[in-house]
Each structure stands twice: as C-alpha cells, then as structure tokens.
C-alpha cells in the first residue's frame, strides 16, 4: 500500500519511535516535583522545549506545549483577542484558513466581534496588500496560515507579517504544514503546529508567543505551560515530537529536493495521461510533497474507494467526500474545480517507483469511473424550453450536473444558451469552473422554481 496523506498525518518517524519508547521509562513523573523522578522528567521536558524552539525560531519561554494543534490555534486566538479587548475585536483570517482557525474565527463573530475574510487568488494565495487593507484601528489579530493544507500552495507571510507589524497588529501564523521543512519567515507574533504533520506522535501540538505580544489566556488558570496549555503534560509524547523535529529538519533540505521532483512528475504526466484535468495550486510556491488535481465528470468519493482498492491512500477536498455534499472551502475560494479532487501529500521517504505505478494506475481508475457514471452517454434529462436548452439536474448530485452540461453543450449553436437546473451546492462552484476550463461563458445564475438555475453561454 502506497500512502500519500502525509498532510492530515505523517508516519511516525522512527526517530520519534525510539525517543517515545525511551521516555516512557525516563519521563513518568511529575515535572513540577523536586524529587529525583520528577527532576528527570523536567530535565526532559525542558529539553525537549528548547529542541523546539530552536526548530521554531523563539526563545524557549515562549513556546508552550497543546494537547493539539487545533487546541493551538484555538487557545492562541482567544488569547491573543482577549489580550488586545482594548484595542478592538476586529479579526483577520484569509478565506482558506484550516478549519480550526475558521472555526475560531465563527465562535468570535458569534460573541459579537467583527471578522474579516480575505480573498485568494486562482493558485490558492493572499494578495499581502489585501490584508494590509483590511487592517482598521479596531483590529486586534491577524491570522495567515504559512501554507494551504489541501493544495500546497505557500502565503506571503513575510510580507503580510510586515504590513501588520506596521499597523500595530500581531500575526498569527499557522505553520501545521510546514514546519517540518524549516522556520517560519517574517516578523510573525504568534505561531502554531502539530507534531503529527511531521512525523511526531499525534496529541502534541505547539504555541509560540513572542515576548511582547498582549495575550490573556481563556478558561480557568492553571500552573502549568505558564498557564496557556492547563492540564499534566504527555512528556513521553512531547520527547517524540521534539526529537522527530530535529531528524526531520536535518533530513529537509534533500528531502524536499527529491518530493518536488517526484509531484513534479505527477503536476506535469497527469494532464497528459488524463483528459479534462485540472491541476490546482501555485505551480512554484508550494510545499514539496503536495499536488492536488481535479478530474471532470468524476464522483471523487469513487475515485478515492477506487484508487484505495488499487493501494493507493490519498485525500480529496471534493464535495462528493462530504457528508454535508457542500464544496471544500478552499477550492471554492480558489474558484477552481471541486469534483473529483484528488490529494497527493507524499511523506518523507516515497519511493519514486510508487510515484510510477500511480500514474500507470490513475488513467484507467479515472477512465472507469467515468464509464460508471456515463459521461459519454446521450442524456434523457435534456428538454427544450423557448430558446434556451434546459438541463434538469434537480435531486442529483455531483458531478452528474456537470456531466449534463458537457453532453449538451454542442447542440446549441454558438452564442446559443444552456440553462442548468440544480440543487446542488456544488455545481455553484463547479459549472463556472467548468466553463472556464472548456472556453465556454458562464453567464452567471438566477433563482428557479426549485434550486438553481445556472445558464451558460456557447462560446465556440
């Protein structure tokens, strides 16, 4: 079995392994204790935190130690808020921020704070003059994550941490996805990570607060984590995930070299082999082992069940892999194809080989699916009605509104109209992507009687 899901969670390191199992004998007690056990065991966790912070780029002090990442960001925005009240409750985030971060980002709207989303452009990236200019007097954070967790694109963070160092205005960054390929850039206040993203045990995250920064941290006080991360600390864990840091970090550099090579391979062969894709992201600025595509006339659920039956693990950020069968919020920010979405995260230490049977396997996986589906197939939901032609695609989901457009289109004349009838919150997303992956115009969409009904110009 061939995985390729190291962005939700990397295999744990071996390096990590040994220091979990070590500490497990070594790191039992109570670091806050003075006897000899719990000595050893501050001796540990103080260790491991300057590991850390030397792999973060802060001082020691700094960094406390989560239950999570998620837990991160959470207690890292409510903090770095209620640090700033006096100044405003005006927050920052960009439109494809993990959802741990929107979701906090929600629960302070809903408190009665103000909260702005700041748009991306096509490859997934934030414009930094666009967050320059939602910065106000009011605003008390700013959060940018330092790089896109379904398609790898890399942000601005130097150059938005500079805007907002210039206004007044901490930053915080979530480094998730990266850290385990280097330090974190630019003039940032706050920053967050989880150790299972880089082969670390999962259960540990961390919290980077620059000295200086106003943070008041939410919930009862506690003594420990200086009173940002309350609770007894998984210190067996925390040594694992410091130490895997270190080897990661060492091994970065020709590692990413050898990952960017082999997404490369998949970023170029994979349009090739398979028609009607599109491959999505910044095709320069990403992290070295992501690649993320979309296939036409594809249900990605399918595709994923049927590439995991080939032994391949990957992810999808399409709508059809969600139970709510609403589209991913980043690929909908983006404005690109949502279905079909394949996620290619490669962990350290892939095997080129496997890279090859991949691309060898995806054709016919992609191919037979789409036969399943009919793509090909003359339609019977197609009815005419005055001068534009109608397709009722009303109570079916994704991607067959889309597969419906693509049979008809050629039986209107150029210049001639197609009215998409559907109630699917995907099709928003996926009709216009479509037309402007085949040339054709999307006119743009108006209520009907039941869903929606999208209309499309032929253009050629």
Known sequence: MAYFDAASAAPLHPVARQALLASLDEGWADPARLYREGRRARLLLDAAREAMAECVGCRPDELVFTPSGTRAVHSGVAGALAGRRRVGSHLIVSAVEHSSVLHAAEAHEAEGGGLTH?????????????????????????????????????????????????????????????????????????????????????????????????????GPGDERESGRAPGFENLPAIVAAAASLRAVRAEAAAEAARLRELTERIRTRVPALVPEVEVVGDPARRLPGVVTFSCLYVDGETLLHELDRAGFSVSSGSSCTSSTLTPSHVLKAMGVLSEGNVRVSLPPGTAAEDVERFLEVLPGTVAAVREKLGAPAATETVRTAGPDLVVDALGRRCPVPVIELAKVIGDVPVGGTVRVLSDDEAARLDIPAWCEMRGQEYVGEEPAEQGTAYLIRRAG
Request: charged share 20%; net charge negative.
């Open 118 to 218: 700041v748009g991306v452009d096509r490859t997934g990236a934030v414009d930094p003059a666009a967050y320059a200019a939602a910065l106000r007097e009011d605003t008390a954070l700013a959060c940018l994550q330092s790089a896109n967790h379904e398609v790898g694109t890399e942000q601005p963070v130097t150059e938005v941490a500079q805007a907002c160092r210039a206004a007044g205005v901490p930053l915080l960054v979530d480094a998730a996805q990266s850290l385990g390929w280097g330090r974190v850039e630019g003039d940032w206040s706050l920053l967050t990570g989880s150790a299972h993203k880089w082969g670390g045990p999962s259960g540990v995250g961390l919290l980077a607060v620059r000295k200086g920064v106003r943070f008041a941290p939410q």
